[in-house]
């Protein structure tokens, strides 16, 4: 699948150098559903709440399980990341809107990889942009319209993680069914098995 040229301008506009046009990204079409006034005031709000990355702990073993996280996932992400304080901010922001959101982190960078390919500025033939392959229309519902956002790192995380999280809560916690409607392919096998297979990429050693 290739974008469409002017979606290839405007990508150029946003990043203001050739060198970042997006290739493309796995995402289907997410369909725009009615929400009611309840989901979408508690969806806005769960966007609109500001924080930086940084987690909290109020004990030291959780501080260490975080630490060993951030340097075994950075040793593996060297490849689609080179640079290494972009890498950990990255995975930091990864891990704290993952946990914000209930979801597990492996389950994240799995959904970012098929999705984007670890590329900030990643635009899908529907539209979809951002490592998490976030609907423009969701900016218009839950935030403040402005599209252009969903290439800021935090930003796009946060909508993607909310959004799968909302999924997840609509599909009473049917992780299959939850990555299906978050790709707009819900019911069909591929996508889910993909995203499922490159999760294992991102567990720890243990883990399954």
């Known amino acids: 699948m290739n974008p469409a040229p002017s979606a290839l301008r405007r990508a150029l506009l946003i990043s203001g150098a050739a060198a970042l046009l997006p290739r ?5 079409a997410q369909v725009e559903e009615p929400l009611a006034d309840a989901v979408r005031s508690a969806l806005s709000a769960a966007i609109a709440y500001d924080a930086p990355p940084k987690p909290q702990f109020s004990a030291i073993e959780p501080r260490l399980a975080y630490l060993r996280w951030l340097g075994e996932m950075s040793e593996r992400l060297k490849k689609a990341k080179s640079e290494a304080q972009t890498r950990l901010e990255f995975l930091e922001t990864v891990w704290y809107e993952s946990t914000r959101a209930g979801l597990e982190p492996a389950l994240v960078l799995g959904l970012i ?8 500025y990643a635009i899908s033939v529907a539209g979809a942009r951002g490592y998490m392959q976030v609907m ?3 900016t218009r519902s839950i935030g403040d319209g402005q599209v252009s ?3 800021h790192m935090q930003t796009n995380l946060r909508f993607g993680c909310v959004i799968l999280r909302h ?3 609509i599909e009473k916690g049917d992780l299959y069914l939850a990555l299906g409607r978050y790709n707009g392919s819900r019911g069909k096998p ?3 098995n993909l995203v499922m297979g490159a999760r294992k990429r991102w567990l720890m050693p243990g883990k399954t």
């Open 24 to 28: 493309p990204a796995f995402a289907g």
């Open 113 to 120: 990889q098929v999705e984007s390919g670890f590329r900030k």
């Open 136 to 138: 423009p229309f969701w």
């Open 149 to 151: 956002r969903l290439f």
């Open 167 to 169: 999924y997840l809560d």
């Open 190 to 192: 591929e996508y889910p």
